[in-house]
């Protein structure tokens, strides 16, 4: 499995609403998630493309969790009908995902930074360069 992908997916399983279940895909190119009832959610982020195309690895890996994050809450608030995570400021606004890489490790949360509605672990970085 991508390591990229194994990350998003441990982190992403304790902060879901807990009638949706988060999986990797078997080739781990990316991820899906399902609600209980069997409502399909298929990423066609492909996490792996992303992060090892052209460019600067960490802005690959940005873009490639911020996608992830942004189609599992699309999901996540298509089966609610309501914004997810839940805004208490502005209840019917969508807090967007935010994904930066500092310190050699890939970090995300949703809301204003300062105070963050939910927070995701950092992902470190690989020393070196390979799914």
């Known amino acids: 499995m991508h390591w990229l992908v194994e990350a998003l997916v441990e982190r992403l399983r304790p902060l879901v609403p807990s009638r949706f279940v988060i ?26 493309e992303i992060v090892e195309q052209a460019g600067s690895f960490e802005e690959n890996c940005e873009t490639a969790v911020w996608s992830v994050l942004s189609d599992v809450q ?9 914004p997810s995570p839940p805004n ?5 606004e969508m807090l967007l995902p935010e994904v930066v890489v500092e ?29």
């Open 88 to 92: 208490a400021d502005a209840p019917r």
């Open 74 to 82: 699309d999901y996540i608030a298509e089966c609610l009908t309501e």
């Open 23 to 48: 999986e990797p895909s078997a080739d781990g190119s990316d991820g899906h998630g399902r609600a209980r009832e069997d409502l399909p959610l298929g990423l066609v982020q492909y996490v792996e």
């Open 103 to 131: 310190a050699g490790a890939v970090e995300a949360w949703f809301g204003d930074r300062s105070e963050p509605v939910l927070v995701l672990d950092p992902i470190p970085l690989p020393k070196s360069v390979s799914g």
